[in-house]
């Protein structure tokens, strides 16, 4: 008997159902290997559920459960067998409890029906054919074949998953829609003469009126009366008063400053209370004066002492472009740093 809460599945919701998954969302799902079915049979108690057994890059997992349901995932050990015959069992047990393949056109998994070499369509004539003739053929396309590489390491570059095999296709046939011309009626318009109704003119009679006449004033005589003159008076002097000067240690009103406002100003200084003799108090800063830069007189270059007083080395005599080194002799003297001679020209 069905569950009670058994949806009416086809294979859209199952499919659906499957692709909510969180390995086929990340895309980690092998597609071409895995396997999923659902069962629409109203009358097998597992009635809309979805099963699927989905090849990823951690493992082998399974998923089964109702379609309006999240699937409950559990992983498959291999074991000491390999993925291929899991697989195999796996599809003869859930063909048995009345599940159907899921595999279409937008889901391509693996098809349950492969190991037979009869498909329930008829065989493909495309698909059988290899790349020269496929490519040779104008109803087949070649399909390349995608795959996935390693990203860094000494593998770079490799294949580290087929994808999708390279095979051949059939060509998806393009019909032209042929374009309808539909001939339009002419409607000839019906013309209808207008009957041009003469308006009668009636001519109304014209009064003359008498016009009224006018009486000229005489204008009245302005007199001018002349203009007032205006006196300037200079303006007077104000005499600017001088500027108080300020004073650190009082404050414009008469208080006495405090410490944080003789901080404040730049041109006063805090000093410091000292037990027994005074309290702090503000104070103006002394103007710094710049030190006098003495001139430096320069003293002459002695090629054969340095400025400690010692003897000049042959290295330290050879950097100067004004002192020579002259070569000591045996028995009589040793080498010494000299000035070098300048030439003086006639």
């Known amino acids: 008997m069905p569950a009670l809460n058994s949806p009416h599945i086809t294979k859209t919701n199952a499919r659906r159902a499957l692709e909510r998954v969180t390995e ?103 698909a059988s054919k290899k790349k020269t003739p496929c490519k040779d053929s104008k109803k087949c396309s070649w399909r390349k074949g995608s795959y996935k590489k390693y990203k860094s390491g000494s593998k770079k570059g490799k294949i580290k998953k087929v994808l999708r095999k390279p095979s051949c296709a059939k ?45 000229m004033t005489p204008k009245k005589k302005v007199t001018m009366t002349p203009k007032k003159k205006v006196t300037m008076t200079p303006k007077k002097k104000v005499k600017k008063t001088p500027k108080a000067k300020k004073m650190c240690n009082m404050t414009p009103v008469g208080k006495k400053t405090s410490r944080k406002e003789c901080l404040a100003s730049p041109k006063c200084s805090w000093v410091k209370a000292k037990k027994g003799s005074h309290k702090g108090y503000c104070k103006k800063t002394p103007k710094k004066s710049k030190p006098k830069t003495k001139k430096v007189k320069k003293t002459p270059v002695k090629c054969n002492m340095t400025a400690s007083g010692k003897k000049k080395t042959k290295k330290a005599c050879k950097k100067s472009s004004k002192c020579s080194w002259v070569k000591g002799k045996k028995g009589s003297r040793k080498g010494y740093c000299r000035k070098v001679k300048s030439s003086k020209k006639k």
Do not use: I
């Not at 049979?41 to 951690?58: M, Y």
């Not at 539909?182 to 003469?198: A, D, E, R, W």
């Open 171 to 215: 060509k998806p046939t393009m019909t032209p829609k042929k374009p309808t011309m539909t001939p339009k009626k002419v409607t000839k318009k019906k013309v209808t003469k207008k009957k041009v109704t003469k308006k009668k003119v009636t001519k109304k009679k014209v009064t003359m009126t008498p016009k009224k006449k006018v009486t």
């Open 24 to 126: 086929m969302r990340n895309g980690t799902v092998d597609v071409h290997t895995s396997v999923a079915g659902f069962c629409n049979n109203p009358g097998h108690e597992n009635f809309g559920k979805v099963w699927a057994l989905l090849s990823t890059d951690r493992g082998v997992v399974q998923y089964s459960g109702y379609a309006d349901e999240p699937l409950k995932k559990s992983v498959v050990k291999l074991g000491s067998n390999d993925f291929d015959s899991k697989r195999n069992e796996l599809l003869t047990a859930k063909m048995n409890d009345g599940f159907k393949d899921m595999q279409s056109g937008s889901l391509p998994l693996y098809p349950w029906n492969a190991g037979s070499k009869v498909t329930y369509r008829g065989a493909k004539k495309c």
